[in-house]
């Protein structure tokens, strides 16, 4: 242990996440791969920061884990959960049992090590990194993607298959172990019958469903009454590290007890405030994680044998994406969401190293053959984030786009003088109201479930897509006078506007952007109108939050319209700007500036004698006492005395 101890580590981790992190994202690489470069910069092959005791940190840092898998069984309502039985058993099974039997036969063929053994470095390596994998998805956006959501289930299924792993790896043994004192570990069920233990483990996950539906809640309604946060943190923090603690006694993986728990407390009140407090927490343990990972990969021995771990390298993730990717063909995956399935699991998992231990403890491997693996598993996890990039950014232009729908587009029997493209929370919203004041228009949509749905609900909706100018044809585009793009995706937009303005050029287009930068493209195209998409909501709520604040109406109405009115109009002036990083971001922040000046001057000067007659809440408020007065004098008047 370097000199400072503790104090010492924390300072060499942090620092070099925050130098290696920031350059990673920015050279598109992820946050993964950065922790995983500052954990090989700072480990004992390199610069030398961090020793053995890095170690030790693996351990720790592995809590990081089990946090992110409760915070995911926190997003998964119970009954979402059984819709997902059929991935997770399915080709979460199928991955792990084709991928170990493939390994195990490979290692047979080409070594002359026993089946035991051969059937061990199978299983093991056939799991994959829960950890990264999940973080750098879900770092992309892409977790809720089809490919996304079947390597999920996967990943779920194999933290499942662990349990059975480990208890089979024991009646596996070849030899006696000269490493049990530095691996052994020890359950409080371990002495105990097969039968008594499977009841003790079957009767702990009962108790985690049934104290997460009933106990669980009430405790945290008690504990949130006090009003200290810092309590409610803590009792989430208890509540994590106590699952864990179970788990690991009874011989379960954590991860799986507290995705459990996630689970089951999905449906809670105090889901968001769990969410909330534990967040931090699992993002700076996962990132400990992963730099964990990077320092610990051996060089000392990959130098020694660069050729067979390399080899080993090769193979293992050349073995998954083929597995991977004849399964997602055979569950039906596009070729975009099947490429992103295989190259995010084709890797080994965090779970390798506690096999491998687990296996030297038990004598089923040896040390000369399980140090080459683990090295090679660290490797492999090393380079997810590169697979990830290099699929993203090489294979998917020419491969994943070019995937054609399986469903044809449909026949289009009807024609109208207005077209509306994507038929969304949008454009349904324009639809309806176009249709409420007695104007019909042609709907296209281009995702299924969509059209379903709202054929379902009694609209007549097209499927197809809108960038095709044959489809534009057929709904009638040559005769309409209006196109009206409204999908919510910002480069198909612009090819819509490019076909529908190549093909019919006497087409008024009308469309919405998504942001600023889509703004400006589709200001480009010189379309009749661009509307962004949050712009009159956010403005109407605005006007209201004055009103509510006590603003007079006359006030509120000419702010908004003088905002409305040199907001637009400055758009056309940070357009010219835009590619210009430094002048775009002067110009934008001295149109803050003056738009603030220019409402605040007209709120205090100009706005105090104009326009008082139409503010009804203004007349009220003036004349209530006037007209209550008179009242009163009225009844005076009239009475006897």
């Keep these: 242990m370097h000199e400072?101890?503790?104090?010492?580590?924390?300072?060499?981790?942090?620092?070099?996440?925050?130098?290696?992190?920031?350059?990673?994202?920015r050279l598109?690489?992820?946050?993964?791969?950065?922790?995983?470069?500052a954990g090989i910069l700072i480990g004992p092959f390199v610069f030398g920061f961090i020793g053995e005791e890095g170690q030790d940190v693996m351990h720790f840092a592995e809590f990081g884990v089990v946090m992110m898998l409760f915070l995911i069984g926190l997003e998964l309502q119970p009954s979402l959960l059984w819709k997902m039985r059929t991935p997770i058993l399915g080709l979460g099974g199928i991955q792990v049992l084709v991928t170990a039997i493939i390994i195990t036969a490979i290692t047979l063929i080409v070594t002359s090590l026993p089946w035991q053994t051969a059937l061990v470095i199978g299983l093991t390596l056939?799991?994959?990194?829960?950890?990264?994998?999940?973080?750098?998805l879900n770092e992309k956006g892409l977790l809720k993607s089809?490919?996304?959501q079947n390597a999920f289930s996967v990943l779920l299924f194999q933290d499942i298959a662990v349990i059975p792993i480990l208890a089979i790896i024991p009646l596996l043994a070849v030899a006696e172990s000269s490493h049990a004192d530095?691996?052994?570990?020890?359950?409080?069920?371990?002495?105990?019958?097969?039968?008594?233990?499977t009841l003790i483990i079957f009767g702990v996950i009962i108790s985690i469903i049934i104290a997460g539906k009933y106990l669980i809640s009430p405790a945290f309604r008690l504990i949130a009454q006090t009003g200290l946060r810092e309590l409610f943190t803590a009792a989430a923090l208890l509540l994590v590290i106590g699952i864990t603690l179970l788990m690991t006694q009874v011989g379960l993986s954590p991860a799986l007890g507290t995705f459990l728990a996630g689970v089951v407390l999905a449906q809670s009140e105090y889901r968001h405030e769990l969410e909330t407090d534990i967040e931090p927490f699992k993002g700076l343990l996962l990132g400990l994680f992963f730099i964990a990972v990077g320092a610990s990969i051996d060089f000392q021995l990959i130098f020694q044998k660069p050729g067979t771990i390399a080899l080993i390298v090769a193979a293992l993730v050349l073995i998954k994406l083929a597995v991977l990717i004849v399964i997602g063909r055979i569950y039906g995956m596009k070729m975009d969401n099947n490429l992103l399935f295989a190259f995010g699991l084709a890797q080994g998992g965090e779970f390798a190293f506690v096999l491998f231990s687990f296996a030297l403890q038990n004598g089923v491997i040896e040390i000369n053959i399980a140090n080459p693996l683990i090295a090679a598993v660290a490797i492999s996890m090393a380079l997810t984030p590169l697979l990830m990039v290099f699929n993203e950014k090489l294979i998917q232009p020419y491969f994943g786009t070019t995937e054609v729908s399986d469903r044809e587009a449909d026949v289009i029997d009807e024609k109208n003088q207005v077209i509306i493209a994507g038929f969304g929370r949008y454009g349904s919203t324009i639809g309806r109201f176009l249709q409420a004041n007695g104007t019909q228009a042609t709907y296209l949509d281009i995702n299924p479930n969509n059209v379903d749905l709202l054929r379902k609900l009694g609209f007549k909706v097209f499927y197809g897509d809108a960038s095709r100018h044959d489809l534009l044809h057929a709904a009638g585009a040559a005769e309409a006078r209006l196109l009206i793009v409204a999908v919510d995706d910002p480069?198909?937009?612009v090819e819509i506007v490019e076909t529908a303005q190549k093909h019919f050029p006497n087409l008024d287009i009308i469309s919405r952007s998504m942001n600023w930068f889509n703004h400006y493209d589709m200001m480009d195209k010189k379309t009749i109108g661009v509307y962004r998409e949050f712009f009159d909501s956010a403005l109407r709520m605005a006007a209201d939050a004055l009103s509510?604040?006590?603003?007079?109406?006359?006030?509120?109405?000419?702010?908004?319209?003088?905002?409305?009115?040199?907001?637009?109009?400055?758009?056309?002036?940070?357009?010219?700007?835009?590619?210009e990083g430094k002048t775009f971001l002067k110009a934008g922040r001295q149109y803050i500036e003056d738009l603030e000046k220019m409402i605040l001057d007209d709120i205090e000067n100009e706005a105090k004698d104009k326009d008082l007659g139409w503010d009804t809440a203004s007349i009220v408020e003036e004349f209530a006492p006037i007209v209550k007065k008179m009242q009163e004098e009225s009844k005076n008047e009239q009475s006897p005395g």
């Design 146 to 148: 089809e490919g996304g």
């Design 182 to 197: 530095r691996y052994e570990t020890h359950t409080m069920i371990e002495n105990l019958p097969i039968i008594w233990q």
């Design 4 to 25: 400072g101890g503790f104090f010492y580590q924390a300072f060499v981790y942090l620092t070099a996440a925050v130098v290696a992190v920031p350059v990673a994202k």
């Design 548 to 579: 509510f604040l006590g603003y007079r109406s006359y006030q509120v109405q000419r702010a908004l319209k003088k905002f409305r009115r040199y907001d637009e109009k400055y758009l056309y002036k940070l357009a010219a700007t835009r590619h």
């Design 28 to 37: 598109g690489l992820g946050s993964v791969l950065g922790y995983l470069i």
């Design 126 to 136: 056939a799991l994959s990194s829960t950890a990264i994998v999940l973080q750098t």
């Design 491 to 493: 480069d198909k937009a």
